[in-house]
Nanobody, 123 residues
Framework: QVQLVESGGGLVHTGGSLRLSCAASGRTFNNYVMGWFRQAPGKEREFVTAITWNGGRTYYADSMKGRFTISRENTKSTVYLQMNSLKPEDTAVYYC????????????????WGQGTQVTVSS
């Protein structure tokens, strides 16, 4: 099966930046949708952004537009999440997820998940 490993989380001050990486292995991803979700303590897992592997089509939650950027590097089978202008409310565990095409928004429709990486934004 597909294995996803996130990295790049950490502690950052308000206004800072982080770049998360999601290294994928186990299969080819030509028809995949790759997504980022996050889950804060006491809250439901929420959609952050997604990208299609083939064409690089991107989708963003409204609250992330202008601050977060998703990208992929096909030759390295890696998806990135560049996060700028971070706010305390961005504090969460960030998960990389993948599914073989289809819709991108709903977490429960994704097949594969990484272990998550903690992002903490101090005020």
């Amino acid at each position: 099966q597909v294995q996803l490993v996130e990295s790049g989380g950490g502690l950052v001050h308000t206004g800072g930046s982080l770049r998360l990486s999601c290294a994928a292995s186990g299969r080819t991803f030509n028809n995949y949708v790759m997504g980022w979700f996050r889950q804060a303590p006491g809250k439901e897992r929420e959609f952050v952004t997604a990208i299609t592997w083939n064409g690089g089509r991107t989708y963003y939650a409204d609250s992330m537009k202008g601050r977060f950027t998703i990208s992929r590097e096909n030759t390295k089978s890696t998806v990135y999440l560049q996060m700028n202008s971070l706010k305390p409310e961005d504090t969460a565990v960030y998960y990389c997820a993948a599914k073989p095409g289809g819709r991108y928004y709903f977490a429960d429709e994704y097949t594969y998940w990484g272990q998550g990486t903690q992002v903490t934004v101090s005020s």
